[in-house]
């Protein structure tokens, strides 16, 4: 692939885009003014096709293969589409998105799907399905619909799954659900996550309990299921409208719903 760089002055984007009308075909390009993720370096593009200036409103696209790369992080997908206010003195690049067998890397996350919104200033991504992926070093998350992250001001994340979504962590520890909502810390060490619609946990050793809504504290390690539970060890089975699993023990506890309803198990020795 060539190069072509660009700098914030217009003048110097114009000079290097008449060199890529001249008949530039396979491109690479720079944007000094981009910080992704408050990082410094400039932002290199590059794809097999096309690139595309809109100056009047703010639009960079990239067309075939391509690669967007600052420091350690690289978004990749068949096209890729980078936004600024056209407006502002520093005409900073905010929004990159990617579609078309997406993937997003950096030191510590690989992420794919078939598109990608990655929001510069806020650090927040979004990665639509089918088959979307979020790996990192303490777990991985997939879901059909959408997986999006949310970064707080105290750089807490909040990491959203939708459509049958799994969450498995580096212990082997699963948490399933239509939904799923993980809350991490500032060093990405799991906190909490809150599942709904059939939703399943399973420990270590492969006991399994469903129900319909459930709670999972990292801390504690225990995790609270509510309605229409049912736990699966072997060949056992207890039901009832609330459990309770300690993953440290392997212990769990079947409680009724406090409505009315009764617990009830049925237990298979050897």
Do not use: C
């Not at 410094?40 to 097999?48: G, K, Q, R, S």
């Not at 939708?162 to 948490?175: I, K, P």
Request: proline share 1%; net charge negative; charged share 20%.
């Amino acid at each position: 692939m060539a190069g072509v760089e660009f700098s914030n002055r217009n003048e110097d984007r114009a000079m290097h885009w008449l060199a890529i009308l001249a008949g530039i075909a396979a491109t690479a390009f720079l944007f000094s003014g981009a910080v992704l993720a408050q990082n410094p370096e400039p932002m290199t593009v590059e794809a097999d096709d096309l690139l595309e200036w809109n100056q009047t409103e703010g639009i960079y696209t990239a067309t075939g293969n391509a690669v967007a790369v600052q420091g350690t992080r690289t978004i990749r997908g068949d096209v890729l589409v980078a936004r600024y206010d056209p407006d502002a003195e520093t005409q900073d690049i905010d929004v990159v998105e990617a579609t078309g067998d997406v993937s997003f890397e950096d030191e510590t996350t690989e992420a794919t799907g078939s598109r990608l919104v990655y929001n510069i200033t806020r650090q927040d991504y979004s990665i639509n399905g089918p088959k979307a992926r979020v790996t990192g070093r303490r777990g991985v998350i997939t879901a059909n619909k959408l997986i999006t992250l949310q970064t707080a001001d105290d750089e807490s994340q909040t990491m959203t799954a939708r459509g049958n979504a799994v969450y498995r962590d580096s212990t082997g520890r699963l948490f399933a659900g239509d939904l799923l909502v993980a809350l991490f810390d500032s060093d990405g060490s799991l906190q909490t996550i809150d599942a709904e619609g059939a939703v399943t946990v399973t420990t270590e050793a492969g006991r399994k309990a469903d129900g319909d809504a459930a709670t999972y504290n990292a801390l504690t390690e225990q995790a609270t299921l509510t309605g229409n539970v049912v736990i699966v060890d072997g060949e056992s089975t207890m039901s009832g409208g609330r459990a309770e699993v300690d993953f440290k023990s392997g212990n769990s506890r079947m409680l009724s719903s406090g409505t009315g309803g009764r617990v009830s198990g049925v237990l298979v020795t050897n």
